[in-house]
């Protein structure tokens, strides 16, 4: 049975509701962790240790697909709560319009920047050229890649979850079944794996095009609209948390790998990508919950219910630490197996990567909370204080922490520097929470 933005909301109905949007944001980074798995063990170590020293520079182009899905579906969602269904669907096609525009241009940045930024980065001989040919093939799918994001959080504003997780199952499938034809099967390898990726980014972003361009059954649709800079940066304001989370995780990313490269060698940046492909797992579920929500936040918000406000966040709080605890034990369980089934070739690595897995998983006890807390604020239209938790969660606390420790615990010391950022970030999510409940009334 179809649940409506409107309806009051049990832990039962939150997790149905949010159901699609977990499994989609899972399923979306389970498909990027099987790229790095055939690229690991079919084209080699180096072409491995390239892909993650450059993929954050590629995920900061596409990362403009999360503000303008998340700023955008908070302004549209507010504006349905206000009962203007019509207005709301002027914003959707201008939002999405823009967004397609500002993916051209970030693809044509793309291609001026990369080689500089890998050698500025410090790669060099073959792990710079795998780089760039792993970029270079990626880079013309960019606007595909900006809708997928924006869609993912778009259709959750629709009242389509479940269409959006179909959508991103097929993508998912079709960067498998190509990873495997193009890399383990013809003798493609980094081109295959690059070319896979960016196909998948074509159906996760061209075919939720085609749905919303044609009459359908949700609340949203593609059509005419006006030129409205006042809500195109209410938009921009609202997503900037999302935008610089992620662009911040992708910057101090690379901060990451030039610690490592430094500390570890190219043996540290293998062991740092497996263990931010099991992250990108385990906190999609958190990201998954915290972009499933939003738009019930933003409807109440805008209808001015505020004890469902109340409610929502209670739940919400309960909820997310019973991931956090899952999660963190899930980690300890399968540190062992996923480290073997992505570096199981290199004892040296191997070992390496189990250590680093024991550091790391206690950042699950803490990441859930602030990432919910930065989404529960842009989902109150409040861009501000969104920004100001995904900016010190992921920059601030993180670029001091890998910077400093490392000076007192060598390698360790980069891996502890994850959890204590995000131990950080939950306590100024707290202070934001408490300080704004008058205001807000939740």
């Not at 309806?7 to 989609?24: A, C, D, G, Q, W």
């Not at 397609?100 to 990369?114: E, M, P, Q, R, S």
Request: a positive charge.
């Amino acid at each position: 049975m179809k649940i409506q933005l409107s309806e009051h909301f049990t832990y039962s109905k939150l997790l149905r509701f949010t159901l699609p949007s977990i499994v989609m944001m899972v399923f979306s980074s389970i498909y990027g962790v099987v790229d790095g798995f055939f690229v690991s063990n079919f084209v080699g170590k180096t072409a491995f240790t390239a892909v993650n020293f450059i993929i954050p520079f590629l995920m900061i182009l596409g990362a403009a697909g999360f503000m303008f899905g998340t700023g955008g579906g908070a302004l549209i969602a507010k504006t349905m709560g206000e009962g203007d269904d019509r207005r709301a669907n002027q914003l959707f096609s201008l939002i999405v319009y823009t967004s397609i525009g500002c993916g051209v241009v970030l693809a044509l940045v793309g291609f001026v920047f990369l080689r500089p930024l890998a050698i500025a980065l410090g790669a060099q001989g073959a792990m710079l050229e795998d780089c760039i040919t792993y970029g270079m093939v990626l880079l013309p799918a960019i606007p595909a890649y900006v809708l997928q994001y924006e869609f993912q959080c778009l259709f959750i504003t629709a009242e389509k979850p479940n269409l959006g997780l179909a959508v991103t199952v097929a993508s998912g499938l079709t960067n498998m079944v190509l990873d495997a034809l193009f890399v383990a099967v013809l003798p493609f390898g980094l081109q295959g794996a690059a070319a896979a990726t960016a196909l998948s980014q074509c159906v996760g972003g061209i075919l939720p095009l085609i749905y919303f361009a044609r009459p359908n059954s949700g609340r949203l649709r593609l059509g005419k609209t006006r030129w409205d800079g006042r809500a195109l940066i209410k938009a921009c304001t609202n997503g900037s948390s999302e935008l610089m989370s992620n662009i911040s995780m992708s910057l101090v990313s690379m901060l990451y790998n030039a610690q490592l490269l430094r500390y570890a060698g190219e043996d540290g940046i293998a062991a740092y990508g497996v263990l931010m492909y099991v992250s990108m797992i385990f906190q999609a579920m958190f990201i998954g919950y915290s972009v499933g929500t939003a738009p019930v936040v933003s409807y109440h918000y805008g209808a001015g219910n505020r004890p469902e406000l109340h409610g929502l966040l209670r739940r919400s709080g309960t909820i997310i630490a019973v991931f956090a605890v899952a999660m963190f034990a899930a980690a300890r369980l399968l540190a062992g197996p996923l480290s073997v089934l992505f570096v199981g070739y290199d004892a040296g690595l191997l070992a390496m990567t189990q250590h680093a897995f024991g550091i790391f998983s206690c950042c699950f006890l803490f990441s859930g909370f602030a990432i919910f807390g930065s989404s529960f604020f842009t989902a109150l239209n409040n861009g501000l204080i969104s920004a100001a938790i995904s900016f010190l969660r992921t920059l601030v606390f993180q670029v001091v922490c890998v910077l400093v420790f490392p000076m007192l615990w060598q390698v360790d010391g980069i891996w502890a520097s994850l959890v204590a950022a995000e131990a950080m970030a939950v306590v100024v999510t707290v202070i934001f929470l408490r300080t704004q409940q008058r205001r807000y009334q939740y």
